[in-house]
């Protein structure tokens, strides 16, 4: 067994909070995101977030660092938008093996400098295309994008990922199953043809709004259906909701999931100016019943989080044993 399932057995991990509003204090400008690499750049760079892994690494390693500090367990590397596709936008798809590796890094060294026991979550963002939806309304059937093309931009991801020395493959903010199912694909092609030892893959989902379903339409259970195949180390909800919104979800995925349990959410809602206004202590607070009532294995923060909401909700949940795996029925 992994030091890393040795751990999830004895108690909740924490993972990390958003990189974007860390990175955003910051107040960075075009000059910042561009450095002396990318100075003659000809496209606009700035909030290109996953470029900062090679421009202004120690910043990166700064922000792990206060996560770490803060009680996190796993870091999730600086990559949401570390694909071919995604950084399309800013004419950098030649850059997203080398952003992977950076990012990888970036989280290797912050827990090295740290000093404690910690493990690194590749993350893999959900596209800014989508396979299970026409961005064309007068064109039902379109698509921007192919599957093997969004497989082939999430296998060098991979890579980059792999090679830059993470722990653990986080497939995350997922709106459209068919995205997840193309990384999903990519991650055990990768291993498959490269015979390497598989690494754990986490899966997180995202529940758009109040009727309980993910963009491209699914329920909680058809998503988790979805994905099992995969026989992932865990099965979660990140990002669109708050902790308040979310609850009713994380309870019903820890009734359904036979791998351990993870959620992320928002601190609260965004305000009128896209802003989140929920403090540490009222965050953790909702979050320390779902521990309470045993639904959680893994929990942190996503948008508006703050390494003060990763310490509140540590201290919180600390207190509780973490979500025993069920025992499943054998059936065809």
Known sequence: ?????KALQQRILIIDGAMGTMIQRHKLQEADYRGDRFKD???DVKGNNDLLSITQPEIIIGIHLQ??????????????????????DYDMQSLAYELNVASAQCAREAIKRSGKTAWVAGAIGPLNKT?????DVNNPGYRAVSFDEVAAAYTEQVKGLVDGGVDILLVETIFDTLN???AIYAIKNYFRKNNLPELPIMISGTITDASGRTLSGQTLEAFYTSVAHANPLSVGLNCALGASEMRPHIEELSNIA???VSAYPNAGLPNAFGEYDEQPHQTAHIIEEWAANGWLNIVGGCCGTTPDHIKHIADEVKAFTPRPLPVMEEAL
């Open 180 to 182: 997840a199912k193309a």
């Open 131 to 135: 396979l299970s939806l026409s961005p």
């Open 67 to 88: 996560y770490l500090n803060a009680g996190a367990d796993i870091i999730e590397t600086n990559t949401f938008s570390a694909t071919a596709i995604a950084q399309a």
């Open 1 to 5: 067994m992994s030091s890393l399932e």
């Open 41 to 43: 750049w000809p496209k």
């Open 258 to 260: 036979s791998c351990y």
